[in-house]
Nanobody
Framework: QVVLVESGGGSVQAGGSLRLSCTAS????????MAWFRRRAPGQEREGVA???????????PYLDSVKGRFTISEDSAKNTLYLQMNNLQPEDTAMYFC?????????????????WGRGTQVTVSS
């Protein structure tokens, strides 16, 4: 059983930065694809924000130009922790951010193929 716990969310003003963390139980970071998703409002679907594969390569969704150059996914295998550095945050980045893991997702930005999820951490950006 994989347990994921997110932290690092909070409230910031536009232009500010946050670093989200996701600590995983067990040493899975080099064995699973690890991803960040977000849900901007209750009832909305989760959208993929960034993925890091088992070789440590970061991928960002082509449909989300708004995060390019502002969000960076990384991991620290020794700490079994996944990170999402978010800079120049904007009000449209306000969302619940989730960490997810899957051994070999066929579509890395499709939330339905991820097996394990954290409970999320809220990010609120004010203008």
């Amino acid at each position: 059983q994989v347990v994921l716990v997110e932290s690092g969310g909070g409230s910031v003003q536009a232009g500010g930065s946050l670093r989200l963390s996701c600590t995983a139980s067990g040493y899975i970071l080099n064995k699973y694809y690890m991803a960040w998703f977000r849900r901007r409002a209750p009832g909305q679907e989760r959208e993929g924000v960034a993925v890091i594969d088992r070789d440590g390569r970061a991928r960002y969704p082509p449909y989300l130009d708004s995060v390019k150059g502002r969000f960076t996914i990384s991991e620290d295998s020794a700490k079994n922790t996944l990170y999402l550095q978010m800079n120049n945050l904007q009000p449209e980045d306000t969302a619940m951010y989730f960490c997810a893991a899957a051994p070999n997702p066929p579509q890395v930005f499709n939330d339905r193929v991820y097996n394990y999820w954290g409970r999320g951490t809220q990010v609120t950006v004010s203008s």
